[in-house]
C-alpha cells in the first residue's frame, strides 16, 4: 500500500539525512541553456531506501549527483543532515564524499588486474573506519570469490563488488545509479537484496535511480521526476521482498 504525498506540502521530517530547498540547477546559457532541475524541494529521511523513478532526462541523476557532491546547484540549497553542502568548498565537498557517500554505477568500474579483494582494497586504504575487504565480501556473498579477478566473475558478482566496494567504508548514504540496468531480471533481482541488506544492515540510506518501476515496491519511499520537477513523492506502508519483484 503507497500512501501519496502532494508535491506542494512542505512536512519535514525528524531526522532527514538530506533537505533540498528550491534546487535549480541549469547548463549552459541563453537559447542553449537546458533547465535539467526547476524547484526541486525534497526530505529524505535518514536511513529509508529511496527510488527515483522517471524518464530520462527526468532529472533523477541531475538531483543525485548534486545532493553526492559531484555537482552543485545553481540555486537553492541542499542540506545533508545539518551541513549546508551548497555552501562548502570543493575541499569540503571531497571530504563529505570520502566520508560520507559510497557510490555504485551501472557499469562496475572494477580494476580488471586486481582480484574483488584488491579492488575493494583501494577503498578501505582511504577510509576512517573501513571494514576489511574480506568483511565487506562477506555482506555481499562473495566471501568465497574475493581472489578472482573481474574476468573470472559473472555480471551480477562484478556489480556486488563494486558494491562491497562502495559500503567497504560504511558510508552514511549509498547512491546507486541504474546498478541493475546492464544485468538481466534474475541477476538484477540478487543485486537489489544485496542493497536492501545494506540498508538493513549497516543502517545506510540508500538512494537509488532505476527504470525498473517495479523496483519502487521494494522502497521505504518512492519519488517520481518528470521535466526537472518532482511528480510525486509516495511511501509505502508495506514493503516488498526483493526476490517478489520482476521487470
Not at 552543485?72 to 540549497?77: F, N, P, Q, S, V
Not at 549546508?84 to 555504485?104: E, K, N
Not at 577503498?123 to 574480506?134: H, K, N, S
Request: hydrophobic residues 40%; proline residues 4%.
Amino acid at each position: 500500500m503507497r500512501r501519496r504525498i502532494a508535491v506542494s506540502e512542505t512536512a519535514s521530517p525528524v531526522g532527514s539525512v538530506f533537505k533540498a530547498e528550491g534546487v535549480t540547477k541549469v547548463y549552459g546559457t541563453g537559447r542553449a541553456a537546458v533547465h535539467a532541475l526547476r524547484g526541486v524541494s525534497l526530505d529524505i529521511p535518514e536511513g529509508d531506501l529511496v527510488v527515483l523513478l522517471g524518464p530520462s532526462g527526468s532529472g533523477k541523476s541531475t538531483f543525485l549527483n548534486i545532493v553526492g557532491g559531484l555537482d552543485r546547484a545553481t540555486e537553492g540549497r541542499v542540506l545533508f543532515r545539518d551541513t549546508d553542502l551548497t555552501a562548502l568548498s570543493d575541499a569540503r565537498l571531497t571530504d563529505y564524499r570520502r566520508r560520507h557517500v559510497g557510490f555504485v554505477f551501472q557499469f562496475y568500474n572494477l580494476i580488471p588486474s586486481l582480484t574483488a579483494e584488491e579492488n575493494v582494497e583501494l577503498v578501505t586504504e582511504i577510509a576512517e573506519d573501513p571494514m576489511t575487504p574480506a568483511e565487506a565480501l562477506d555482506l555481499v556473498g562473495l566471501a568465497k570469490r574475493r581472489t578472482h579477478f573481474p574476468a573470472e566473475l559473472s555480471g551480477g558478482e562484478q556489480q556486488r563488488v563494486a558494491i562491497a566496494r562502495a559500503v567497504a567504508k560504511r558510508p552514511t548514504v549509498l547512491f546507486c545509479d541504474e546498478p541493475t540496468g546492464a544485468l538481466d531480471s534474475q541477476t538484477g533481482v540478487e543485486v537489489l537484496k544485496v542493497l536492501r541488506d545494506v540498508n538493513q544492515t549497516l543502517g545506510a540510506s540508500v538512494l537509488l535511480i532505476t527504470h525498473a518501476a517495479a523496483t519502487a515496491a521494494m522502497a521505504d519511499q518512492v519519488i517520481r521526476f518528470s521535466d526537472g520537477q518532482v511528480a510525486s513523492v509516495e511511501h509505502n506502508e508495506t514493503k516488498v521482498d526483493p526476490s517478489q519483484i520482476s521487470w
